[in-house]
């Protein structure tokens, strides 16, 4: 079905894994293609209630993008590889109505950091390393990498990280507040799946309006206190705040539809 990803659902959670590993899982256009495809059946497959991004082997996540395609790109050429890959995957993945984690296995640069923080929130393995190194081929992040590493670790630091191209470890990362958690490479797959566990046995509808806010938030959007203010609303309209509010009073575990 996929090139490059091998794909897997477990009670819920597709996993996605990039299978380049040979080429350190490098972005080319067949992994652009193939993640938009994988992107569709999360966001259309009633089966798939979360999702997982991370890398084939134990030394990256991506590290980077595949720079040969780079080659004789002038400035339209650029602009539309930059706009076609945030509007079919990152875009994609930052808008989706379903939570996605980033398993980050080792180095995740240029568009493999991008990649990362694209989704939801991030898990690292202690051997990670993030990096935004374009300046050193005379370009800057296209796939979002100035917005939200601004929107992550602030204006100063990614500043830094992006004009210098220092890799960033996994401990100062998380300190940064870029990843949520680090943990050995062994324990990466089973927390990430361990918190979307937790994540399923909350209201759909009002997850998906958590995650529609916080980027409003994220991207300073001015309307956004009142979008909270109409998304509260029409949580009161769903079967699923009926059913929230009622195991509430009656002091039983709710069961969400997503409706």
């Given at each position: 079905?996929?090139?490059t990803l091998l794909t897997e659902t477990d009670r819920g959670t597709l996993v996605i894994t990039i299978n380049?590993?040979?080429?350190?899982?490098?972005?080319?256009?067949?992994?652009?293609?193939?993640?938009?495809?994988?992107?569709?059946?999360?966001?259309?497959?009633?089966?798939?209630?979360?999702?997982?991004?991370?890398?084939?082997?134990?030394?990256?996540?991506?590290?980077?993008?595949?720079?040969?395609?780079?080659?004789?790109?002038?400035?339209?050429?650029?602009?539309?590889?930059?706009?076609?890959?945030?509007?079919?995957?990152?875009?994609?993945?930052?808008?989706?109505?379903?939570?996605?984690?980033?398993?980050?296995?080792?180095?995740?640069?240029?568009?493999?950091?991008?990649?990362?923080?694209?989704?939801?929130?991030?898990?690292?393995?202690?051997?990670?390393?993030?990096?935004?190194?374009?300046?050193?081929?005379?370009?800057?992040?296209?796939?979002?990498?100035?917005?939200?590493?601004?929107?992550?670790?602030?204006?100063?630091?990614?500043?830094?990280l992006m004009m210098t191209a220092d890799m960033t470890g996994a401990e100062e990362a998380k300190s940064l507040?870029?990843?949520?958690?680090?943990?050995?490479?062994?324990?990466?797959?089973?927390?990430?799946?361990?918190?979307?566990?937790?994540?399923?046995?909350?209201?759909?509808?009002?997850?998906?309006?958590?995650?529609?806010?916080?980027?409003?938030?994220?991207?300073?959007?001015?309307?956004?206190?009142?979008?909270?203010?109409?998304?509260?609303?029409?949580?009161?309209?769903?079967?699923?705040?009926?059913?929230?509010?009622?195991?509430?009073?009656?002091?039983?575990?709710?069961?969400?539809?997503?409706?």
């Open positions: 079905m996929y090139k380049r590993p040979d080429k350190m899982n490098a972005l080319n256009k067949d992994v652009i293609e193939d993640l938009g495809k994988a992107l569709d059946d999360v966001y259309h497959n009633n089966e798939i209630k979360t999702a997982i991004i991370t890398g084939a082997g134990e030394k990256a996540f991506v590290a980077g993008a595949d720079i040969s395609e780079f080659v004789g790109l002038g400035k339209e050429g650029g602009s539309e590889l930059a706009r076609m890959g945030q509007a079919n995957v990152f875009n994609k993945i930052e808008n989706c109505p379903k939570p996605i984690i980033a398993a980050v296995n080792g180095f995740a640069l240029g568009g493999g950091c991008e990649l990362a923080m694209a989704c939801h929130f991030r898990i690292a393995s202690a051997n990670a390393k993030f990096g935004q190194p374009e300046v050193n081929l005379g370009l800057i992040p296209g796939y979002g990498g100035t917005q939200r590493l601004t929107q992550l670790v602030g204006k100063g630091k990614a500043m830094e507040g870029l990843v949520n958690y680090v943990v050995s490479l062994e324990e990466l797959l089973p927390k990430a799946k361990d918190i979307l566990q937790k994540i399923h046995t909350k209201a759909p509808l009002a997850i998906e309006s958590i995650i529609a806010c916080v980027n409003d938030a994220a991207r300073c959007n001015p309307e956004g206190f009142d979008n909270e203010v109409e998304r509260f609303g029409v949580c009161f309209t769903t079967e699923d705040m009926k059913e929230g509010t009622g195991a509430f009073l009656e002091k039983r575990k709710p069961s969400f539809k997503g409706k």
